[in-house]
């Protein structure tokens, strides 16, 4: 069984420029989460989304969006962006329905997108 | 306060010594609890859930949850040097239904 596949798995971008990170599930998993990783503030979350509905949203600016399509393949876009938007992006699947449906919190994390803003 | 709180490390045990992790939450309705382990430019992965006061084994990991001190923590016997990693204590907080990870805490394993 494939397990959470991301991509790109690296990208450099510069200041000003937006970028779209993608992320396929857990074949079955139709709820997926996104994190941001940076080593000053750890693992935050940034929104979760089930059955193309975005279901929690974390304390991020409007820079940062996301989707989820019909086959629970999900893409985040950062707009405009910053120096301090260097992370790991990291997305997570989880079974049904999903932390803020009332399920476990046992997530399978992909390998992650690290970006790099220069 | 931060939410999730751990002893940010590092931490050092010999091999074949017990490792102790520790974990405090503020959130005092949080229900659920979980400790995940992150090697060195890898993803994190879930290694133990525990949702109910005690103890919690798992082969080598046991889960010790105390509700009442908001304290999770996370025993690892006969320490191997495969076991050296972060571990991220991470909590369902309230009626937020999000997952908020502590900073975690690097564990090295000496052989």
């Known amino acids: 069984k494939a397990g959470v596949t991301q991509t790109p798995r690296y990208l450099i971008k510069t200041r000003g420029q937006q970028v779209t990170l993608s992320c396929s599930p857990i074949?079955?998993?139709?709820?997926v989460s996104w994190y941001q990783q940076t080593p000053g503030q750890g693992l935050q979350f940034l929104f979760e989304?089930?059955?193309?509905?975005?279901?929690n949203k974390g304390n991020f600016p409007g820079r940062f969006s996301g989707r989820q399509f019909s086959n629970s393949r999900s893409e985040m876009n950062v707009s405009t962006l910053e120096l301090g938007d260097s992370a790991l992006y990291l997305c997570?699947?989880?079974?049904?329905?999903?932390?803020?449906?009332?399920?476990?919190?046992?997530?399978?994390f992909g390998e992650g997108s690290r970006l790099t803003v220069l | 306060q931060k939410e999730v709180e751990q002893n940010s490390g590092p931490l050092s045990v010999p091999e074949g010594a017990i490792a102790s992790l520790n974990c405090t939450y503020s959130?005092?309705?949080?229900?659920?609890f979980f400790w995940y382990r992150q090697y060195s430019g890898k993803s994190p992965e879930l290694i133990m859930s525990?949702?109910?006061?005690g103890d919690k084994e798992d082969g080598r990991f046991t889960a010790q949850l105390n509700k009442a001190s908001q304290y999770v923590s996370l025993l690892i016997r006969d320490s191997q040097p495969s076991d050296s990693a972060t571990y991220l204590c991470?909590?369902?907080?309230?009626?937020?239904?999000?997952?908020?990870f502590g900073s975690g805490t690097q564990l090295t394993v000496l052989p």
């Open positions: 989304y089930f059955s193309e509905t975005q279901r």
């Open positions: 074949s079955g998993h139709r709820s």
């Open positions: 997570a699947s989880s079974t049904t329905p999903g932390l803020a449906g009332g399920g476990a919190g046992e997530l399978f």
């Open positions: 525990i949702y109910s006061n």
């Open positions: 991470a909590v369902i907080s309230g009626s937020a239904r999000q997952l908020t």
């Open positions: 959130d005092r309705v949080s229900q659920s």
